[in-house]
Structures are given as structure tokens and as C-alpha cells.
């Protein structure tokens, strides 16, 4: 049985957040996205929806995808995080996973976000398995 996978997707088009959504589908995943384009909403989410995977475009009007790894990081959050934009610079990319973000995926390669995505949450749920061996050890 698949897993039910809560996901909030950062992105203020409409049409990119809809090509993700359908990507995801085709690929057989079974869950629940809600879509935020700004800080508030991106915020009340993270409180109230409590996702599982975060897909997030790195530019929005009012927001950007640096700005919402630091909020995950103030809040001491581990939700794998996967940077789904248009174009960004292999220097931009590799700063962004070193704040933080799980994978980086650009638009015109969608069809690689449910490998990415099946891929961090298989990690997390390795890396949470490890850690509750670890505090059962100690």
C-alpha cells in the first residue's frame, strides 16, 4: 500500500503548481496538496496543514525559496524540502541544498519530481528510523 503524502507546494502560477500536481498523479502518488504563494499562507501551513514534503518555486512576488528554508530552520523543522523552479545557477542550486533543501529540480524537467520526491521521503524515513534506534540504544 502506498503512503499518503501531505504536500505543500510554494508557487504562485497556477498553471506550474497544476503540472506538478498532474505529474504526481501520473506517477501513482496518493496525496493532498494545498498551494501557498506568500509568507503568511506559507507560514499558517506549516502550523495548520503539517506537511510531510515541501515543493517550493525559488521566486515569488513577495517570497522566495531561501527565505522559506530559514523559516524551516528557525523553527527547527525536518520536512524534506525540493526546489522546483525555472532556472537557477549551479551556484545557486548548490546554496540552496546547502541551506537546507532536499533536491532541486528545474520546471523543464518535471517528470523527475516524483523520483525526487519518493527519494526524500524514503531518506527521511530511513534517517527517522535510525534516529529511534539511536534513542532506544542510549
Do not use: C
Not at 524540502?81 to 542550486?93: C, D, H, K, P, R
Not at 519530481?113 to 540504544?137: G, Y
Amino acid at each position: 500500500m502506498k503512503e499518503w503524502l501531505k504536500i505543500l507546494h510554494l508557487e504562485d502560477l497556477a498553471s506550474d503548481a497544476e503540472l506538478a500536481e498532474l505529474e504526481l498523479k501520473r506517477a501513482g502518488l496518493f496525496f493532498e496538496k494545498l498551494v501557498v504563494d506568500n509568507e503568511l499562507s506559507f507560514l499558517n501551513a506549516l502550523n495548520e496543514f503539517i506537511p510531510d514534503i515541501i515543493i517550493s518555486d525559488h521566486s515569488l512576488p513577495s517570497f522566495n525559496s531561501l527565505k522559506a528554508l530559514k523559516i524551516l530552520k528557525e523553527k527547527k523543522l525536518n520536512i524534506p524540502f525540493i526546489l522546483l523552479t525555472a532556472t537557477v545557477s549551479e551556484e545557486f542550486a548548490v546554496d540552496a541544498l546547502n541551506e537546507g533543501a532536499s533536491d532541486y529540480i528545474l520546471k523543464d524537467r518535471i517528470k523527475r519530481l516524483p523520483a525526487a520526491v519518493l527519494n526524500v521521503m524514503e531518506k527521511k524515513r530511513s534517517e527517522t528510523a535510525r534516529q529511534k534506534n539511536l534513542d532506544k540504544i542510549i
